[in-house]
């Protein structure tokens, strides 16, 4: 049973059903929710006037907090109490999610990896490309994917 658990949280029903099954599997894991910040997100709004970049970025910072603490609401939730839960840590990164979730999960030393999947097959799979995909296939540890 995993002690050290990373999920990412993109605020999707999706990163919450990943974080559900957590709860489920392993309720006194320690639990570290990640929510990643995607510069390319920015697009060229963020490029106009140097200041739009900062403003940008504290939305995005802000709505990071947001999902973050809805995922530390989800944990508690339910009738499952904190002290059962284990502990719970937040941390906000900003890069490409999918190498940014492997590095995060390598750099905090954690047991497992538990992400949603938006399930895209097909050309919008190659288009958009797999965060999960990626994550499964380059993590240091055991990756569950839920959908």
Known sequence: ???????????????????????????????????????????????????????????????????LAEGRELLTADGVEADTTGDIETQIEVGRPAATIVETARDLGVDHVVVGSHGRRGVSRLVLGSVAEHVARRSPVPVTIVR
């Open 1 to 67: 049973m995993p002690r050290h658990v990373l999920v990412p949280l993109d605020g999707s029903p999706q990163s919450r059903h990943a974080l559900r099954f957590v709860v489920d599997e392993w309720s006194d894991a320690h639990v570290t929710l990640l929510h990643v910040i995607n510069p390319v997100q920015a697009g060229y709004s963020a490029g106009v006037l140097p200041s739009g970049s900062e403003e940008w970025y504290q939305e995005a910072k802000a709505d990071a907090g947001e999902i």
